[in-house]
């Protein structure tokens, strides 16, 4: 297999909730490119499901990027400003932030459930990890990002625009990209990017759980929503592909502020999916 391009090297990324998942593949496609990426998380032991902040840095190095885990909980406003002093103290620069660090146990317990259904608690969860977490990290980024021209990108959803999962998920990623404009706003007279990813339904390792049928399909219903074939599902390395291309985007300015799907930009950039294909959930 011919080796990839590193595109990215010399930069350096902050990747959060990175130990599996879309973070994980999106800081492995960073790696790929070369980046030196710090990847956050809480996990250092593999629990009911697989992957660290360890091991994903482990598999940047084996990528030929360079990986930096970094334990840490976003719900703590001190150790979040410390992950940005080390990464000014180790690099002296910060070219991209990914805020994708989500609380899915806390809000998979919500999934299909009318609003008064769904405790209070529950509002907490998905705003202080999800919402509040990727302004704080963000807070404390700026200095270096503008410094360096770079990229934010907040992972979000669908969902902030049309009913998904339930009302606190909807009003969480409505909030994400309302963060992403007003960003955009402030950072209009700097060099820095910032933009809302729109990934797909992802084949992340909790749905890797989901066992086949007697035909062999992985069913995943999602209650009011529908029954997807996780065949058709995006590898969490598409949406990594798409931060990839943003960052190497001389001309990324003009999207700053929107949303934007991942395989929207996969035909604007020509990138695939890892198995060369362009997978679509509309």
């Known amino acids: 297999m011919s080796e990839i391009p590193k595109i990215l090297a010399g930069r350096v990324a902050v990747v959060t909730g990175a130990s599996r998942g879309i973070g994980k593949g999106i800081a492995l496609e960073l790696g790929a490119a070369g980046a030196t990426v710090f990847v956050t998380g809480r996990t250092t032991t593999p629990g009911h499901l697989p992957g660290t902040v360890h091991a994903t840095a482990a598999e940047i190095d084996e990528l030929g990027g360079t990986g930096v885990a ?22 002296g620069q910060l070219d991209v932030l990914v805020n994708n660090v989500y609380n899915s146990p806390a809000a998979a317990r919500w999934l299909g459930r009318k609003f008064w259904e769904v405790p209070p608690k529950a509002w907490d969860e998905t705003f ?9 990290a963000s807070v404390f980024a700026a200095p270096l990002l ?23 998920y909807g009003v969480g990623k409505t909030a994400v990209d309302r963060l992403t404009a007003d960003f955009a706003h402030d950072l209009a007279e700097t060099g820095v990017t910032a933009v809302s990813l729109w990934p797909g339904i992802v084949d992340t390792e909790l749905l890797q759980l989901v066992p ?21 599902a995006e590898s969490p390395r598409f949406p990594g592909r798409a931060v990839v291309a943003l960052a190497a985007d001389p001309d990324r300015k003009a999207r700053s502020g929107a949303a934007w799907k991942v395989a929207d930009l996969a035909e604007i950039y020509g990138f695939t999916d890892i198995d060369g294909r362009v997978p679509r959930a509309d």
């Open 146 to 168: 503008i410094d360096a021209g770079g990229l934010i990108v907040n992972v979000s959803s669908p969902g902030a625009q049309r009913y998904m999962h339930n009302a606190v």
């Open 212 to 232: 086949a049928d007697d035909q062999g399909r992985r069913l995943v219903t999602l209650p009011g929503e529908g029954t997807f074939d996780l065949a058709a």
């Open 128 to 136: 202080d990890i999800g919402v509040r977490s990727h302004y704080v």
């Open 70 to 91: 970094v334990v840490c909980d976003h719900r703590d406003d001190a150790a979040v400003e410390k992950l940005f002093e080390r990464v000014k103290y180790e690099c």
